[in-house]
């Protein structure tokens, strides 16, 4: 069953998940390794965490 609603995070949640540093997140996402985040309002941006789990579970498989 595949709920609707993603669960949004902060980029230092992200960070914390991911086990990096804010600017490793943000060198990522700019260098094509993550997906976009959101804009939740004019100063937060979330990212959507299934998303982002997804595309480095996938990255993870292929270097393998």
Do not use: H, M, Y
């Not at 949004?8 to 990096?20: K, M, P, Y």
């Not at 939740?40 to 990255?59: F, H, I, N």
């Amino acid at each position: 069953q595949s709920s609707c609603i993603s669960q949004f995070v902060r980029t230092s949640v992200l960070a914390d998940i991911l086990g990096v540093t804010k600017s490793i997140v943000w060198r990522w996402w700019s260098e094509g390794n993550l997906p976009d985040p959101f804009r939740l309002s004019t100063r937060v941006t979330g990212w959507a965490l299934e998303e982002v789990l997804a595309v480095v579970e996938q990255k993870r498989d292929l270097s393998l």
